[in-house]
Nanobody
Framework: QVQLVESGGGLVQPGGSLRLSCAASGFSFSSYAMSWYRQAPGKERELVASISSSGSTINYADSVKGRFTISRDNAKNTVSLQMNSLKPEDTAVYYC????????WGQGTQVTVSS
């Protein structure tokens, strides 16, 4: 079955960096686009970044452009999100998503940006 396992979250000060990873299994990873979403308390889940199956097409939310970088390693079945210049408003649970017919989500990893 499809499994997505996120890791790398934590507490960081404003201006700091974190790198999230998502390990995928149970499907042909290199054939599908992948996405990172986030959900802050009291807010709807929002798309942060997406990457095509080959990695050639990447999109970012305006709020993270220039600060976050999504990448994937099809040999290792992983997708990553490098987050730099973090702000308190980036605080949220971050989720990895794969759409393999239907959407599959990981369990999420908490990112807290606070001094």
């Amino acid at each position: 079955q499809v499994q997505l396992v996120e890791s790398g979250g934590g507490l960081v000060q404003p201006g700091g960096s974190l790198r999230l990873s998502c390990a995928a299994s149970g499907f042909s990873f290199s054939s599908y686009a992948m996405s990172w979403y986030r959900q802050a308390p009291g807010k709807e889940r929002e798309l942060v970044a997406s990457i095509s199956s080959s990695g050639s097409t990447i999109n970012y939310a305006d709020s993270v452009k220039g600060r976050f970088t999504i990448s994937r390693d099809n040999a290792k079945n992983t997708v990553s999100l490098q987050m730099n210049s973090l702000k308190p408003e980036d605080t949220a649970v971050y989720y990895c998503k794969a759409r393999v017919g239907v959407s599959y989500w990981g369990q999420g990893t908490q990112v807290t940006v606070s001094s």
